[in-house]
């Protein structure tokens, strides 16, 4: 228990070192990407290894680096199989980190979909005793607005050719991304934008599509919780 301790907390105390160099090195006045690593992926779907920080998403970085440390120190002795929930808090911030640096919605989305099996497993298997319904009412409803994302951004990827988050800002902040028409509809852009709201509201969540959020934090042991409403919400 010892071993994994200080291996979890040495892994955390990288990170936090790694975000706040970032931090250092960023420039606020610059209103611009920066640090931004690409490298082709999967160039027939579009997917790039992608990944830049803004004023935006610096925030997040430094939220993600200081609070899983806080976790894992937090973290209950007495907890069963503490190997694997090191582990998975590990993986979660990984992905989170993925998802709030990920400039190409292939890298992003899946980064976004990945946190949700480390979260379903933490709530499934150090849950209280409703765990099991809650889980797996999380994971679906989740996965159901994630789907929906996905349909709106497929949608969007046939009419502009690229899953590239800047580009796809600069066409839509110029009223260029040409939406309507697709698929024969002459107003699918409202469509298009409705299974966004839908999925995005889903994994907020906003009301009346909240439903699966009181069971999971009700759930959730604390340390869990705190990752779930300080930094999956987010």
């Not at 679906?140 to 690229?162: D, K, N, P, R, Y």
């Not at 698929?183 to 906003?206: N, Q, R, S, T």
Request: charged share 10%; net charge positive.
């Amino acid at each position: 228990a010892r071993a994994v301790r200080a291996l979890s907390i040495g892994s955390c105390l990288a990170a936090l070192g790694a975000a706040l160099t970032v931090a250092w090195r960023f420039e606020p006045s610059a209103g611009r990407l920066q640090l931004a690593e690409r490298t082709a992926w999967i160039p027939p779907l579009g997917a790039e290894y992608h990944l830049a920080v803004d004023g935006f998403s610096i925030g997040f970085v430094l939220l993600t680096a200081v609070l899983v440390p806080l976790v894992v120190l937090g973290l209950d002795p007495q907890l069963r199989r503490e190997r694997g929930l090191v582990a998975l808090i590990l993986a979660l911030q990984g992905m989170l980190f993925g998802v709030f640096l990920a400039q190409n919605f292939f890298l992003w989305f899946l980064c976004y979909e990945l946190t949700l099996i480390p979260a379903y497993l933490l709530i499934r298997l150090w849950g209280g005793p409703g765990r099991a319904p809650a889980s797996l009412q999380f994971f679906l409803t989740t996965q159901l607005g994630g789907l929906a994302i996905l349909i709106g951004f497929l949608a969007v990827h046939h009419v502009t050719g690229t899953f590239d988050l800047p580009t796809l800002a600069r066409l839509g902040s110029t009223g260029r991304l040409g939406l309507d028409g697709f698929a024969g509809l002459p107003d699918a852009a409202p469509l298009i934008f409705g299974l966004l709201v839908f999925g995005f509201a889903v994994k907020l969540p906003l009301l009346p599509v909240h439903t699966w959020l009181p069971p999971a934090y009700a759930e959730a042991p604390a340390p869990v919780t705190m990752l779930l409403t300080g930094l999956l919400s987010k």
